[in-house]
């Protein structure tokens, strides 16, 4: 198996634009396929989970407020009894405090205490439940919100649920935006991958560069379109003991080809191969024979995933997946194990 190296140009494009909008937990061609074709599903399971969330807190704010009421109970039946204690008492308190009068500071103390006896009394007698549940008011204003808040879930669920799931779906309905806001960018993630899957099946002597990118300075000149090259990109650079090739890949369909606005690939590539070139051959002063330097040459292959041209170009090979391996190892060995990793390492290094 070839050694891969870096991450398809498509792909990155579109992990970039995900990374921009804080997107960061989709990483692979494939995550991004199932999340399109499951997109429907994950909208429905989010709308569920929140559907469930939401069903499970009111399960359980209804056992809330029936642990609430039980203790609410449990402590007026506690306060019932001690009232009534008191209140069967308290003639008898108010007796004795009328008995123990010895001067006229502790009178004048028991007639007060006599007055709020008898006031307590008249409470407890007229107002029995109302001070009973005095002391406990603030359970009973709990219980009420807590009541209230669960007719209020009850009555509006449907509408809860829709707007928690909005919260929810946010992310996935955004993710879809912008997904299909740069759609054209996955047919060529899908081609490019199709083809460094292919690419892997090459002896592990063999390096694939992907998505390679190298900038120029000073330009290199195109005589042949008057220009200078500032910068190229590569879909794929292979680099093994058969030689360099370059190679982009076109996942276009019949239709696509025949497009008179396309721009020609076999343009793209004579161009990308003219800098690459002389930037091989320039900066590598290892490739030495007792002759001479030895010229770095670089074969040119336009991949097509889809369908295939019957023309033929020159300096250009067209080739289908199912060709391509065979192509690139049926050349002669002219490189060794040292000059394929310098190789590699130049254009690493860019």
């Not at 599903?41 to 399960?59: C, P, Q, T």
């Not at 997904?179 to 083809?195: F, R, S, V, Y």
């Not at 090459?202 to 220009?227: A, G, H, R, T």
């Not at 090739?245 to 239709?255: C, Q, R």
């Amino acid at each position: 198996m070839s050694q891969i190296i870096g991450q398809i140009d498509s792909l990155a494009a579109l992990l970039s634009k995900l990374r921009d909008n804080r997107i960061n937990h989709i990483n692979t061609l494939d995550e991004i396929i199932s999340f399109q074709n499951d997109f429907q599903n994950k909208l429905n399971k989010s709308k569920d989970k929140v559907e469930k969330a939401f069903v499970s807190e009111i399960e359980q704010l209804k056992q809330s407020i029936i642990t609430l009421e039980t203790t609410y109970k449990g402590k007026l039946l506690i306060r019932e009894r001690v009232l009534i204690k008191e209140k069967n008492e308290i003639d008898i308190n108010i007796d004795h405090s009328s008995q123990n009068s010895t001067d006229i500071i502790s009178e004048f103390f028991n007639f007060f205490k006599r007055l709020i006896l008898k006031c307590r009394k008249y409470l407890l007698s007229n107002y029995f439940d109302a001070v009973k549940n005095l002391s406990y008011l603030v359970n009973k204003i709990q219980i009420s919100i807590k009541k209230h808040r669960l007719q209020y879930f009850e009555k509006n669920f449907n509408s809860i649920v829709e707007k928690r799931n909005y919260k929810e779906s946010k992310e996935i309905v955004k993710i879809k935006s912008i997904l299909d806001e740069n759609n054209t960018l996955i047919p060529g993630a899908i081609g490019e991958q199709k083809a460094v899957d292919e690419l892997k099946k090459l002896p592990d002597s063999y390096v694939v560069i992907n998505n390679c990118k190298i900038e120029f300075i000073p330009p290199i000149y195109y005589k042949k379109n008057d220009q200078n090259i500032k910068r190229i990109q590569a879909d794929h650079i292979v680099v093994g003991p058969s030689g360099v090739f370059l190679i982009e890949t076109k996942n276009w369909s019949m239709d696509s080809i025949r497009n008179l606005e396309f721009n020609s690939p076999v343009e793209q590539i004579n161009r990308t191969n003219h800098a690459l070139f002389i930037y091989l051959n320039k900066s590598n002063t290892s490739f030495k024979h007792n002759w001479g330097s030895i010229k770095i040459s670089i074969r040119n292959i336009i991949l097509m995933i889809n369908s295939k041209p019957e023309q033929e170009f020159q300096f250009v090979k067209i080739l289908s997946l199912k060709e391509i391996c065979n192509y690139i190892t049926y050349f002669k060995p002219i490189f060794s194990n040292k000059q394929i990793h310098q190789l590699v390492k130049l254009l690493q290094n860019n």
